[in-house]
């Protein structure tokens, strides 16, 4: 690149800056510009000393893990723990990564069990190491087999019917209960839960890596079988998609979603979507380091041997002003 | 093939698929009568085998059987609207499948375009957001990084050497974190905010998302933007000299070089034009969808490639056409929409995709060995 040409390339960035400039003055509906961000209320714990592993199925990107993570954080802030997280969707790379919080010699570790039987054997090792385990999000009929001591999480099958019994109060026949990972069972218990107490409910599956496939498959759905009169969702995400297939195939079936985020929870209080059923995972997070802390500092036990649940939760017009702004705070 | 790349222009819609056919132009008398007297060199086929011979008639055959099995087995796919959504479904996957196809024609491959779509978006709305600046703005930056990421592409294999799989392997990756990474810093979650009440989101929605009604039917208008770029890329293949230089790149890159083609700045752009499609169906993306999660887009690259396979392009360069790729598109959107549509059971879903697929490859290949094998009897 010759000089004058370098010297053109500057001159277009300057002019494009000094646009965005002129712009920025203008525009309307971006961040809000605020002093300070959220009211992390500086963590009263100190350093406590104690290192808690995190290892959780997570695949990487999705809002509802990005919450769980949130809130263990802000746990290990508050207990003045370091909080060591770690994910992996695989279980067997999931159990290595259990091996490896004991090895390090962690003060405790918390764990989902999505896949119960292939982290058995690492929880177990994790117990005869002397490293007091919780579970939470999956595996609550598991977990205490496993030898994990607490169990923080909703019960999928539960939460499904709850929605399930929802719908059939307000008269919904056919639901249509989206799942956008195939094969997950945290997923499918869901929407068996639903078709427990709604027995018209039919399953789709979407690839839900991909928008515009999510949305013209709800689409084609509902072009096929205009019985349907409830579209039930299991992410928020998901349901900004179907809304988007509704309102493009002209249907009247009314919405449902698990879990939120906060587009979701602005829909919610428009009344574009009935209700959510929230598990909230920033509580579920928060919980499992909490529980790791008090269990390690002073010996308790939280559920007395039961699980401790954390949903299902309702969000609906009648509590949406109070969650709202914890929606875009992401604790909600 | 590429010792005579010269004289092209006159006429031939396709210069590539010569290699087969030379055999048999080099027994009748030709070859004493010298290169020059073009008419007697040139052997004359009939309609059956030109028609044949032509890269997407066996996607054409296999969408057609599709279509009419799907006609027959699912009722609620004949209608209009149905159509409009498959159509829809095909230009998602079709726009950028248009820009593989050619770099596949060119004889290389990109495994980032999909994870791409969504850096543009993200880009955008991030950048437009959380500065309040004028979404334009925005679109605007995300191209030149998305035409930069292209041009890397390019740049990285033609400096190395290294295979366009490895490479792009590479950016696939550095884009799939740097999506989340950035996204998580920037915005505090893993998803954008919605933007459609910032300045520029109405313009920007009309170019990208519109969507039209005709006779009840809605349409979206990235439909007529796919057959504008098919038309346009079929265009550049058939009639311009870069078309020319396409095939002979990807059949023969060293050759190619020999007889002045500029295969590095032919094979980068051919990565840059990959990279402003993705950035077009990002900005569609965005625009349609008004928020964008940064894990999106993964597994989309598959799609490109299959539609670019299944609509007759060469995995090894040098062969295929884009009116081919499209309809290898199409092939996936009604497939994949159609199952819906029947009513089959989800849990088998990939696997009728899957079969459905290799059917239509088989049928490919099966029909172009037909053409070939015609041609020298």
């Known amino acids: ?332 | 093939m590429s010792q005579d790349p010269t004289p092209a222009p006159t006429s031939a819609p396709k210069p590539a698929p010569a290699a087969p056919a030379r055999p048999a132009a080099e027994t009748p008398s030709a070859v004493s009568h010298g290169a020059h007297a073009e008419a007697s060199n040139r052997i004359q086929l009939g309609w059956s085998n030109r028609l044949l011979a032509r890269p997407e008639i066996g996607a054409l055959v296999a969408a057609i059987i599709l279509f009419i099995f799907f006609l027959a087995v699912a009722p609620a796919f004949r209608s209009v609207d149905s159509l409009m959504t498959v159509l829809y479904q095909s230009s998602t996957i079709g726009i950028v499948a248009v820009a593989v196809g050619l770099l596949m024609i060119g004889g290389e491959f990109d495994l980032s375009a999909g994870v791409l779509v969504y850096s543009a978006g993200l880009l955008n709305a991030m950048f437009s957001y959380q500065l309040g600046v004028n979404l334009w703005v925005g679109a605007v930056l995300a191209l030149v990084f998305a035409l930069s990421i292209g041009w890397l592409n390019g740049y990285m294999v033609m400096r190395t050497g290294i295979p366009s799989f490895l490479i792009t392997l590479g950016s696939f990756f550095i884009l799939q974190g740097a999506n989340l990474g950035v996204t998580k810093l920037v915005t505090g979650s893993v998803s954008t905010p919605n933007i459609n009440q910032m300045d520029g989101y109405d313009s920007l929605n009309a170019i990208f998302a519109h969507t039209f009604s005709i006779g009840g039917a809605s349409l979206n208008i990235t439909v007529l933007w796919w057959l504008l770029f098919v038309g346009l890329a079929h265009w550049m293949l058939t009639r311009t000299r870069i078309g020319n230089w396409l095939y002979a790149v990807g059949g023969n890159a060293p050759s190619a070089r020999a007889v002045g083609v500029p295969v590095t700045r032919v094979k980068i752009g051919l990565f840059m034009g990959v990279a402003f499609l993705a950035w077009f169906t990002g900005m569609h993306t965005l625009y349609n969808y008004n928020t964008l999660q940064a894990s999106n887009g993964i597994g989309n690259e598959f799609l490109y490639i299959v539609a670019a396979v299944v609509g007759g392009t060469l995995l090894t360069g040098g062969y295929g056409n884009a009116i081919g790729v499209a309809i290898g598109a199409f092939i996936f959107g009604m497939t994949s929409l159609c199952i819906v549509y029947a009513g089959w059971d989800n849990n088998w879903f990939k696997a009728f995709l899957g079969v459905m697929l290799l059917l239509a490859v088989v049928v490919n290949l099966y029909v172009k060995n037909l053409s070939t094998l015609r041609k020298v009897g």
Request: charged letters at 20%.
């Open chain 1, 1 to 332: 690149m010759n000089q004058s040409r370098f010297r053109k390339v500057v001159t277009a960035v300057a002019v494009a800056t000094s646009a965005t400039m002129v712009l920025a003055a203008c525009s309307g509906g971006g961040a809000e510009k605020t002093d300070d961000t959220t009211g992390d209320s500086g963590g009263g714990g100190g350093d406590s000393g104690y290192t808690i592993a995190m290892i959780t199925h997570e695949t990487p990107g999705d809002t509802f893990w990005d919450k769980i993570k949130a809130g263990a954080q802000q746990a290990a802030k508050d207990t003045g723990a370091t909080l060591k997280y770690s994910n992996d969707p695989d279980p067997a790379k999931q159990a290595t990564l259990i091996q490896n919080a004991i090895d390090s010699k962690v003060d405790g570790i918390a764990t989902t069990l999505a896949t119960p039987d292939a982290l058995a054997g690492s929880v177990k090792a994790a117990g005869t190491a002397g490293i007091p385990t919780v579970a939470f999000n999956s595996g609550i009929d598991q977990y205490l087999e496993t030898g994990a001591l607490m169990y923080f999480g909703s019960d999928e099958n539960l939460a499904g019917a709850t929605a399930g019994e929802r719908i059939t109060a307000d008269g919904g026949k056919h639901p249509l209960c989206v799942i956008q990972a195939a094969g997950s069972v945290a997923l499918e218990a869901r929407c068996a839960g639903v078709k427990s107490k709604v027995a018209g409910t039919e399953n789709i599956q979407v690839n839900g890596a991909d928008d515009a496939a999510v949305v013209s498959a709800i689409q084609a759905k509902l072009a096929a079988d205009s019985s349907i009169d409830y579209i039930v969702t299991l992410g928020a995400p998901i349901a900004l998609n179907a809304l988007k297939s509704m309102e493009q195939a002209g249907s009247k079936a009314k919405l449902v979603t698990f879990d939120l985020n906060a587009e979701a929870a602005q829909q919610i209080k428009d009344g574009k979507i009935q209700f959510s059923i929230d598990q909230q995972p920033y509580v579920q997070g928060y919980l499992a380091v909490t529980a790791l802390y008090l269990n390690v500092k002073n010996g308790n036990d939280m559920g007395g041997g039961k699980p401790v649940l954390t949903g299902p939760s309702f969000v609906d017009p009648k509590n949406i002003d109070v969650i709202l702004p914890f929606t875009k705070n992401n604790t909600r």
